[in-house]
């Protein structure tokens, strides 16, 4: 599976208001400095100690917006 990474900072700058929320984020551990991945299918993931957890989704249309903000492609 191909995964884009980054921080919580880029990932609450890509979510929309339909989507999760910072307090969605924040209470499943999210901070601006979490390490976080978004696949293909648009499933969240939050880099753990020992793993990684699947948080939540982004709804249609998310691949340009995670691209254009992160700079990134599916690696």
């Known amino acids: ?34 390490i976080v991945r978004v696949n293909e299918q648009g499933d969240i993931e939050i880099r753990r100690s020992h793993k990684w957890s699947v948080i939540g989704g982004l709804l249609g249309g998310f691949e340009g917006r995670v691209k254009r903000i992160t700079g990134f492609d599916w690696v």
Do not use: W, Y
Not at 9 to 34: M, N, P, Q
């Open 1 to 34: 599976m191909k995964f884009i990474e980054m921080n919580g900072a880029t990932l609450e700058a890509i979510i929309e208001s339909d989507e999760l929320h910072g307090t969605d984020l924040s209470s499943v551990g999210v901070t601006s400095e979490s």
